[in-house]
């Protein structure tokens, strides 16, 4: 498993947000110009937020983007599962992958099963309120 950079910068924006958070709207240039980020590059990953109903935005002046929820209703799993296409430690356990003409007799499926349920339930119990910042300065972390 290796987590893009989309998915990296998904985190960011969503931390971001959070630590910015207000009534108002948040432009996607502040955001992009906070994390160092290209505002082209943020859009596609805004857009696919958006979509998938974690973010609201709203068109024209005052217009921007913002959390739907408390950050602490969403988890780092949550997050990633939406920009990732696995987050499994190996092909044969993907969601969509063709039966392994070895698995009754794989010695090692079971070691790469653990660590699959290891990393989901660690992602799932990370949520975006726990790798907020204290100071909440929102651009002096690395992810």
């Known amino acids: 498993m ?17 630590e910015h958070r207000s009534d108002d ?14 505002e082209k590059y943020l859009e596609s990953i805004i857009r696919m937020l958006v979509k998938a109903k974690v973010l609201e935005s709203l068109r024209g002046k005052g217009g921007g983007y913002r959390l739907k929820k408390s950050p602490d209703e969403y988890t780092a799993g949550s997050i990633l599962r939406l920009t990732e296409d696995s987050l499994a430690p190996v092909s044969c356990l993907e969601e969509d992958a063709d039966r392994c003409p ?4 794989c010695r090692t499926r079971a070691l790469w099963q653990g660590l699959d ?12 309120a726990d790798l907020m910042g204290d100071d909440v300065a929102g651009d002096d972390y690395v992810i």
């Open 2 to 18: 290796l987590i893009s950079t989309k998915g990296r910068y998904a985190l960011r924006v969503m931390i971001d947000l959070a």
């Open 25 to 38: 709207f948040v432009a996607l240039k502040e955001v992009a110009d906070r994390q160092g980020i290209s």
């Open 102 to 105: 070895r698995m009754t007799q």
């Open 117 to 128: 349920k290891v990393i989901n339930e660690y992602l799932d119990n990370v949520t975006v």
